[in-house]
Every structure is written in C-alpha cells, then in structure tokens.
C-alpha cells in the first residue's frame, strides 16, 4: 500500500536525524538515570556506619581490699583485680570493639595531652581509690571524663556508656545501703551475695553488654527487608519520573514529526508529489501515519529500556497497551493539530518551546509533586485540563494496578482528545492543500 510506504519513508527519515533521535530517546532516559543516581542512596537507607571512638584509659586504681565481688558473669569480669580493671576489660571486649578503639596511658596528665593534641577523642581517668570508694557503702567513687570539645558524636557515646556503668554501680550501692538499713545484724555475713545478685541482674542478665550500654543493632526484620524497601523507595520516585519524561517527550516527538509536512511544502517537495498519481488524500493519510509510527516506535523503546536499566514495573500487560496507545494517539493527534495551525516552520520553534513546554508541566504536575495531597489534588484538577495530564494518569494507574475501568474511563477521555485533535488537523491540512 503507498499510505505505508509513504508512512514508513518518513519514519525512516526521522530516525536518521542524530537530533531526533536524541530527544526521542537519549534525553528522556538520561533525566531519569541523573535522579536515578540522585535518590539511590537515599533509598538504600544510607548504611550509617558509626566511627569508632578514640578514647584513651589511665587506670590508675590501686584495687581494694573490699573488692570481692564476684564478676565472672560480666564480659571481661573475670581477669578484673579492680573496679578500674573491669571497666578497661568491658572497653576491651569483642562486643565493645565496634564503638571504640582504647588505648592507654600511664597517668592522668599523658591522657588529657592525647586529646588536647587530638591524639584521642576522650580520656577516662579512673583514680587510684575508686575500688576503695566503691566498697564503702559511704564513699563516693568517680571517674573524671575528659573530652574534646569541638566533638559530639563520639564523646557523647562513650559518655552514655559510662554513665550506664556508674548508674549501674551507684545501683549496687543503693541495694546495699538498703539492705544493712533492713537487715538484722546476723545477715550482714549476707553482703556479698546482695552485691553479686544484683550485679547478676543489673549488668550481666544480657549475653551481650553492649545491649545494656547501647542498643546499635538493626532488626531483624528490617535486615531482611531492606533490600527490597530500598528498591521500592527508588522505584516509587523514578517511575514517575521516567513516565512524566516519556509522555512529554512523546508530545515533542508528535509535533515535530508532524512538522516535516511544513517543510516539505516549504522546499517545494510536497506540491511536486501531488502531481503524480498518488492521491493527495493517500499521501497526507501516509505522511500522518508516520507520525503515529513514529510515536509508536520511541513509547515502546522507552517502556522497554526502563524495564531493563531501570527495574520500573510499569503494571500488567493488557493495562500498559492501554495506556501506551492512549499515549500515542493523544501525542500524534495533538502534534497534527499544532502543525495545522503553523504557517510555516519556523513558527514551529517558538510555538512547541512555548505551548509544549507549558502544557507538558501542567501534565507534569502530580509526577513532580509526589504523593502529598496537595499533589494528588493537582493532579486530578490541574493536570487534567491537558491531554498529557491525562496520558500521565493513564499511565500512574497502570503501574499502580488500578482496575481496567478506570483505566477505560482514562482511555476514552483521551480518545476524545484524539479525535478531536486529529479531525481539526485532518481538516485544516486538507483545506490548505486542496
């Protein structure tokens, strides 16, 4: 049939501009893969990995002879001759190894010069009598903390570490106080298993000491779900990127394919073919074929592509044919009736930068927008007073799965806008040329 051959000669030819091709295909693909890139880590979650903390230890404490506490169920509890041995042992052990790295110091004055030269982020200073005033039940045992102070991360874990221990001592002598106020005198021998129950209970009831100091694990489930949130994030905001792209460039691919029957007219070419044979009828039909298979051809590559570099799951079969062919009719119809309107190409510029450019935005509207209310008002008020608003909602409710009525409802709204579009065009450019 010549309607196909003309269609097919000028598809061709559009095919073979590097700047078409470009604006067909390239352009759309690359706006989406630049936000691809953009959001990707955002919708990973961003993997936080906490710095580890320099702090540096001077455990200075000289034991006591009260210090008979039982810690072998306290990570490190076992090797400790002091309290200030068991608090380098708990600095020291696996569980705490991903939060801090310690180092030490042979005294007091050697560990406030490592962080005032930034050597460390934090000094712990554990004096000479801690164990001593940690058994009397009216001493007061402290430890100084020495920090940098242009940091806050770091020394506030290790301050919250800390304070969880000494709270957990001043517990032990809270118990103990307690008891000897209650206790007659014949259980006093009953001491040493008041301080060990409670140290059972307080410090040691989890297998890991670093759930006691600081809980920085993830769930479980969030372990196993990540993967897939994170696709779902990104895909949630790439596919109505990639959608909004492919619609509006679609329009663009309308107009300007539609626009070769200006330039030919304009070189001549046009007035010489209706001279043959061919019926003027069969050579306008061929010529606004090709803009339909034109169209035709970028949706689909574009659909296909994103599928493949993107993962964007653009819904059920029968329910992307639907909205695609909405797409294509809609842009093809629309580029038709613009041209019909243009005395010449170089109109064309002004008017497809200017009245495309506006009316794809307003289309563009609920896609850019997202999913707050005031989007999803936009997007069905707005957008809705252009067919590429239309085209876009047609193709939103396939990726979101709505029911083939809706999609129908969508479907026939842009019919009307084709043929209506088409018949103006149709119309004009018979007039023009009879």
Same mark, same amino acid.
Do not use: C
């Given at each position: 049939?010549?309607?196909?051959?003309?269609?097919? =000669?000028?598809?061709?030819?559009?095919?073979?501009?590097?700047?078409?091709?470009?604006? #067909?295909?390239?352009?759309?693909?690359?706006?989406?893969?630049?936000?691809?890139?953009?959001?990707?880590?955002?919708?990973?979650?961003?993997?936080?990995?906490?710095?580890?903390? =320099?702090?540096?230890?001077?455990?200075?404490?000289?034991?006591?002879? =009260?210090?008979?506490?039982?810690?072998?169920?306290?990570?490190?509890?076992?090797?400790?001759?002091?309290?200030?041995?068991?608090?380098?042992?708990?600095?020291?052990?696996?569980?705490?190894?991903?939060?801090?790295?310690?180092?030490?110091?042979?005294?007091?004055?050697?560990?406030?010069?490592?962080?005032?030269?930034?050597?460390?982020?934090?000094?712990?200073?554990?004096?000479?009598?801690?164990?001593?005033?940690?058994?009397?039940?009216?001493?007061?045992?402290?430890?100084?903390?020495?920090?940098?102070?242009?940091?806050?991360? +770091?020394?506030?874990?290790?301050?919250?570490?800390?304070?969880?221990? #000494?709270?957990? #001592?001043?517990?032990?002598?809270?118990?103990?106080?307690?008891?000897?106020?209650?206790?007659?005198?014949?259980?006093?021998?009953?001491?040493?298993?008041?301080?060990?129950?409670? /140290?059972?209970?307080?410090?040691?009831?989890?297998?890991?000491?670093?759930?006691?100091?600081?809980?920085?694990?993830?769930?479980?489930?969030?372990?196993?779900?990540?993967?897939?949130?994170?696709?779902?994030?990104? /895909?949630?905001?790439?596919?109505?990127?990639?959608?909004?792209?492919?619609?509006?460039?679609?329009?663009? %691919?309308?107009?300007?394919?539609?626009?070769?029957?200006?330039?030919?007219?304009?070189?001549?070419?046009?007035?010489?073919?209706?001279?043959?044979?061919?019926?003027?009828?069969?050579?306008? +039909?061929?010529?606004?074929?090709?803009?339909?298979?034109?169209?035709?051809?970028?949706?689909?590559? &574009?659909?296909?592509?994103?599928?493949?570099?993107?993962?964007?799951?653009?819904?059920?079969?029968?329910?992307?044919?639907?909205?695609?062919?909405?797409?294509?009719?809609?842009?093809?119809?629309?580029?038709?009736? /613009?041209?019909?309107?243009?005395?010449?190409?170089?109109?064309?510029?002004?008017?497809?930068?200017?009245?495309?450019?506006?009316?794809?935005?307003?289309?563009?509207?609920?896609?850019?927008?997202?999913?707050?209310?005031?989007?999803?008002?936009?997007?069905?008020?707005?957008? &809705?007073?252009?067919?590429?608003?239309?085209? /876009?909602?047609?193709?939103?409710?396939?990726?979101?799965?709505?029911?083939?009525?809706?999609?129908?409802?969508?479907?026939?709204?842009?019919?009307?806008?084709?043929?209506?579009?088409?018949?103006?065009? %149709?119309?004009?450019?018979?007039?023009?040329?009879?």
């Amino acid at each position: 049939m010549k309607i196909l051959d003309i269609a097919l =000669k000028d598809m061709l030819r559009s095919f073979r501009s590097f700047f078409a091709v470009v604006f #067909m295909f390239i352009v759309p693909l690359l706006v989406t893969g630049m936000f691809y890139f953009m959001f990707g880590n955002i919708a990973d979650g961003g993997e936080f990995n906490l710095p580890r903390t =320099k702090v540096i230890i001077a455990n200075l404490d000289e034991g006591g002879p =009260k210090f008979q506490v039982d810690t072998d169920n306290i990570p490190g509890g076992e090797s400790a001759d002091s309290m200030g041995d068991l608090i380098v042992s708990i600095m020291e052990s696996e569980e705490m190894s991903a939060l801090i790295a310690p180092t030490y110091a042979e005294s007091a004055e050697i560990a406030r010069k490592a962080v005032d030269s930034q050597d460390a982020q934090v000094a712990i200073i554990i004096p000479a009598d801690f164990s001593d005033e940690f058994a009397d039940i009216y001493g007061k045992a402290a430890i100084e903390f020495y920090q940098d102070p242009t940091l806050t991360l +770091g020394p506030g874990i290790m301050r919250s570490i800390m304070n969880r221990f #000494m709270d957990g #001592m001043s517990g032990v002598k809270i118990a103990l106080t307690l008891f000897l106020e209650d206790a007659p005198p014949e259980d006093a021998a009953l001491v040493g298993q008041v301080v060990q129950q409670y /140290l059972h209970l307080s410090l040691a009831q989890e297998d890991d000491i670093e759930t006691e100091l600081l809980d920085v694990r993830t769930p479980t489930n969030a372990q196993e779900n990540k993967a897939e949130q994170s696709e779902n994030l990104l /895909l949630s905001i790439i596919s109505p990127i990639m959608g909004g792209m492919m619609v509006f460039y679609a329009f663009f %691919t309308g107009s300007s394919t539609a626009q070769s029957i200006l330039k030919e007219e304009e070189e001549f070419t046009l007035q010489r073919i209706f001279t043959t044979p061919t019926s003027q009828t069969t050579i306008l +039909g061929g010529k606004l074929l090709a803009v339909f298979m034109t169209v035709s051809v970028q949706v689909t590559v &574009l659909l296909i592509a994103a599928r493949l570099l993107f993962n964007i799951e653009w819904g059920a079969l029968p329910s992307v044919i639907l909205a695609a062919l909405g797409i294509i009719f809609s842009a093809s119809s629309f580029g038709i009736f /613009l041209n019909s309107f243009l005395k010449d190409s170089k109109q064309g510029g002004v008017l497809f930068g200017g009245l495309l450019t506006i009316t794809g935005m307003i289309g563009m509207i609920g896609a850019l927008a997202g999913d707050s209310p005031v989007a999803r008002k936009l997007s069905n008020s707005v957008s &809705l007073f252009v067919p590429q608003g239309w085209a /876009l909602r047609g193709l939103t409710q396939a990726m979101s799965g709505a029911e083939i009525s809706a999609l129908l409802i969508t479907a026939l709204v842009l019919l009307a806008w084709s043929t209506a579009f088409f018949a103006i065009g %149709t119309w004009r450019f018979t007039k023009r040329f009879a």
